[in-house]
């Protein structure tokens, strides 16, 4: 076997952990998987083979000393381009910060490297990490490698991508409002976003992030199986003081009712038809597995979006937008243009009003998650909307944020939020979203694993040539 690309993570560790194949062949393998598929979806953006094969080198190495390899022994992964890995530019989907070199790894790269895995390449993302959409005047544009019509997603449209592709069997993402199980959804793999400070992260090359960013912004895994995505949490999640926000959490928290709560419209959401057939057939395999399932209205999203929202821009318009001009994308002008116009300018005591409405809405969510460890909702109220939908029209952009309202509400209370691919309609990928209570993602994975079973496996996309 040469595919060794084909294999999941968990498989992969296994493997090289017992030296029935090398990190170096696997490395290898997905190295020439992303010569041979990344021209089609342009997932990858900055490249290091020499980088990767010496450090498949030293896992072998490591594991002939009789050492124990990690958790991610010889896995191949890929970093997203908006944090510090040592040696290459943080760019953001930036112009401006295409020279912007680090010096030392975030601390989920340097977890990922203690853990084993392989890193093979940075993936794209939308200028300044602010779209559903993925598409810069830097890298360029990502397809998706399942549907080249259909939107990546983003803003980890190249992480998505490049799993989705073979490209790796892990793909490291960040979420503000989505970034990591919008395109999950989209490419028709799993991704998690976990609770607020469960993963540290930091980029030592930039400024401190703005409290928006701080309360809300975390780092999480993309990948084929739900496995490799609770065994790239382990090894993300290590300690590493460096982030203040980092969280000392069992990833285990003991026993939970088997109850799960089903919204199939949150807040009046106009959920198509194929997205609420998704839902309800992920509840009946849950409710097959001795789950008790209780369709129900959940916690307010539309407040917090709009909070979200005002928390996104308010550094923006700190700041006065020079950022924005300096880089001069048109895509990135249009959607901040649009959300300026659906977010009132905020005063230093809307600021603090925002702030404290946190506590609010993050009091009434984990109340009702204490009765239902899971919540069951939406991902995207549509199937993956058509690609660059949102700069369309104003219109368009409208209702694409409306159907996010899921995505842009969550964040603001912390919590973590689990896409899981389900299958496709007409060959348009469809998941589900779960939700939980803070620091229990064990809890969502283990619904995962049995809506996961329940359908069908996911298959490595095979792109289009160009």
Same mark, same amino acid.
């Given at each position: 076997?040469?595919?060794?690309?084909?294999? %999941?993570?968990?498989?992969?560790?296994?493997?090289?952990?017992?030296?029935?194949? #090398?990190?170096?062949?696997?490395?290898?393998?997905?190295?020439?998987?992303?010569?041979?598929?990344?021209?089609?979806?342009?997932?990858?953006?900055?490249?290091?083979?020499?980088?990767?094969?010496? *450090?498949?080198?030293?896992?072998? @190495?490591?594991?002939? /000393?009789?050492?124990?390899?990690?958790?991610?022994?010889?896995?191949?992964? $890929?970093?997203?381009?908006?944090?510090?890995?040592?040696?290459?530019? $943080?760019?953001?989907?930036?112009?401006?910060?295409?020279?912007?070199?680090?010096?030392?790894?975030? +601390?989920?790269?340097?977890?990922?490297?203690?853990?084993?895995?392989?890193?093979?390449? =940075?993936?794209?993302? +939308? &200028?300044?990490?602010?779209?559903?959409? %993925?598409?810069?005047?830097?890298?360029?544009?990502?397809?998706?490698?399942?549907?080249?019509?259909?939107?990546?997603?983003?803003?980890?449209?190249?992480?998505?991508?490049?799993?989705?592709?073979?490209?790796?069997?892990?793909?490291?993402?960040?979420?503000?409002?989505?970034?990591?199980?919008?395109?999950?959804?989209?490419?028709?793999?799993?991704?998690?976003?976990?609770?607020?400070?469960?993963?540290?992260?930091?980029?030592?090359?930039?400024?401190?992030? &703005?409290?928006?960013?701080?309360?809300?912004?975390?780092?999480?895994?993309?990948?084929? #199986?739900? *496995?490799?995505? =609770?065994? #790239?949490?382990?090894?993300?999640?290590?300690?590493?003081? =460096?982030?203040?926000?980092?969280?000392?959490?069992?990833?285990?928290?003991?026993?939970?009712?088997?109850? *799960?709560?089903?919204?199939?419209?949150?807040?009046?959401?106009?959920?198509?038809?194929?997205?609420? /057939?998704?839902? /309800?057939?992920? *509840?009946?395999?849950?409710?097959?597995?001795?789950?008790?399932?209780?369709?129900?209205?959940?916690?307010?999203?539309?407040?917090?979006? &709009?909070?979200? @929202?005002?928390?996104?821009?308010?550094?923006?318009? =700190? %700041?006065?937008?020079?950022?924005?001009?300096?880089?001069?994308?048109?895509?990135?002008?249009?959607?901040?243009?649009?959300?300026?116009?659906?977010?009132?300018?905020?005063?230093?005591?809307?600021?603090?009003?925002?702030?404290?409405?946190?506590?609010?809405?993050?009091?009434?969510?984990?109340?009702?998650?204490?009765?239902?460890?899971?919540?069951?909702?939406?991902?995207?109220?549509?199937?993956?909307?058509?690609?660059?939908?949102?700069?369309?029209?104003?219109? @368009?952009?409208? /209702?694409?944020?409306?159907?996010?309202?899921?995505?842009?509400?969550?964040?603001?209370?912390?919590? +973590?939020?689990? $896409?899981?691919?389900?299958?496709?309609?007409?060959?348009?990928?469809?998941?589900?979203?779960?939700?939980?209570?803070?620091?229990?993602?064990?809890?969502?994975?283990?619904?995962?694993?049995?809506?996961?079973?329940?359908?069908?496996?996911?298959?490595?996309?095979?792109?289009?040539?160009?």
């Amino acid at each position: 076997m040469t595919d060794f690309w084909r294999l %999941t993570a968990t498989e992969t560790a296994a493997r090289v952990a017992a030296r029935d194949i #090398s990190a170096r062949e696997v490395t290898q393998a997905a190295l020439d998987r992303l010569a041979a598929v990344n021209p089609a979806i342009n997932a990858v953006v900055q490249e290091m083979p020499e980088e990767a094969l010496a *450090a498949a080198d030293a896992v072998d @190495a490591a594991i002939a /000393r009789g050492e124990k390899p990690g958790p991610l022994a010889g896995v191949p992964v $890929t970093i997203k381009v908006n944090v510090d890995q040592k040696g290459f530019a $943080t760019t953001n989907g930036l112009r401006i910060q295409a020279e912007l070199m680090a010096t030392e790894d975030n +601390p989920v790269v340097a977890n990922f490297r203690r853990a084993g895995a392989v890193i093979i390449g =940075r993936t794209n993302t +939308p &200028a300044f990490s602010l779209r559903w959409f %993925t598409r810069n005047g830097l890298h360029g544009h990502t397809r998706n490698p399942r549907d080249p019509s259909r939107t990546p997603g983003g803003s980890s449209g190249g992480a998505a991508a490049a799993v989705a592709a073979g490209i790796g069997a892990i793909g490291h993402g960040t979420d503000i409002g989505g970034s990591v199980r919008y395109p999950a959804y989209a490419c028709g793999i799993h991704g998690l976003r976990p609770t607020l400070g469960r993963v540290p992260a930091w980029n030592p090359s930039g400024a401190e992030r &703005a409290i928006g960013a701080q309360l809300m912004a975390v780092s999480g895994p993309l990948a084929r #199986s739900i *496995a490799d995505i =609770r065994l #790239s949490l382990e090894a993300m999640a290590a300690e590493d003081l =460096r982030d203040p926000w980092w969280v000392p959490a069992p990833l285990n928290s003991g026993p939970y009712p088997k109850r *799960a709560a089903l919204c199939v419209r949150p807040e009046g959401l106009d959920t198509k038809p194929e997205v609420e /057939r998704a839902l /309800r057939d992920a *509840a009946l395999r849950l409710q097959a597995a001795g789950w008790s399932i209780v369709e129900t209205t959940c916690p307010p999203l539309r407040a917090p979006a &709009a909070l979200q @929202a005002l928390l996104w821009l308010a550094e923006n318009r =700190r %700041t006065g937008g020079e950022a924005l001009r300096r880089e001069a994308d048109p895509d990135a002008a249009f959607v901040f243009a649009q959300m300026e116009a659906l977010c009132p300018n905020a005063d230093f005591p809307a600021f603090q009003d925002a702030l404290q409405a946190r506590a609010t809405y993050t009091r009434q969510w984990q109340l009702f998650l204490k009765n239902y460890p899971v919540l069951l909702t939406p991902v995207s109220s549509e199937l993956p909307f058509p690609d660059l939908l949102d700069i369309e029209s104003p219109e @368009a952009f409208r /209702r694409v944020m409306e159907a996010q309202l899921v995505q842009v509400g969550l964040p603001l209370m912390g919590l +973590p939020g689990l $896409t899981v691919a389900t299958g496709a309609v007409d060959g348009v990928p469809v998941g589900v979203q779960l939700i939980g209570g803070r620091y229990r993602e064990d809890v969502l994975l283990d619904a995962g694993a049995i809506i996961e079973a329940g359908g069908p496996m996911i298959e490595v996309a095979e792109p289009a040539p160009l």
